[in-house]
């Protein structure tokens, strides 16, 4: 059972889809929570938990893949100071709307980060001893939402070669 934790139910879809179908090209049985379980929310208690594992082991699965977006972390990647001189050949010729004269300005730039996390559960294993993958992903300022999804999907898959 691949379980996705969002706030946003096509989230959650997305990356439960996205995973299970890496799985599937494993030759792995995997369903996706969303199908079975649509109003699944997120346990925040012990008690919680306990009663969603219980309700996925009546359910006949044996393992789950539970995925979360950890933590987002922005950062600024200090200040460069630049030179914003033209060459005498150019100036006034530009429409780039640069300033012709020398500055001394300062360059900053920001980065976002992602941390996602999968946890992967044996369920026919003793309570203690069900835990028995931990992945955590850090991306880096990723071309697309989809790439993040995808980066993803395939670390978790790699997982289970």
């Known amino acids: 059972m691949v379980v996705s934790k969002a706030s ?4 959650r879809k ?3 889809i996205a995973i ?3 799985l599937r090209a494993l030759d792995l049985d995997v369903l996706e929570s969303h199908l079975r379980f649509p109003a699944l929310q997120e ?3 012990p008690e919680e938990s306990t009663r969603v594992v219980k309700m996925f082991k009546d359910a006949g699965f044996k393992g789950i893949i539970l995925t ?3 933590q987002t972390i ?3 990647n200090g200040s460069i100071g630049a030179q914003l001189e033209i060459p005498k050949g150019y100036k006034n010729k530009s429409n780039f709307g640069f300033n012709t004269s020398t500055s001394n300005s ?3 730039s920001t980065s976002k980060t992602y941390v996602l996390e999968a946890l992967t559960y044996n369920l026919t294993s003793e309570e203690d001893r069900q835990l028995v993958n931990v992945c955590l992903v850090d991306v ?3 071309d697309a939402p989809d790439s993040i999804r995808k980066t993803f999907a395939k670390i978790i898959a790699k997982q289970f070669k």
């Not at 946003?8 to 989230?11: G, H, L, T, Y």
């Open 8 to 11: 946003d139910p096509e989230v």
């Open 14 to 16: 997305s990356y439960e």
């Open 20 to 22: 299970a179908t890496k």
């Open 43 to 45: 346990a925040n208690t």
């Open 68 to 70: 979360s977006l950890k």
């Open 74 to 76: 922005e950062t600024q």
């Open 106 to 108: 300062s360059v900053a």
């Open 140 to 142: 880096t300022d990723p």
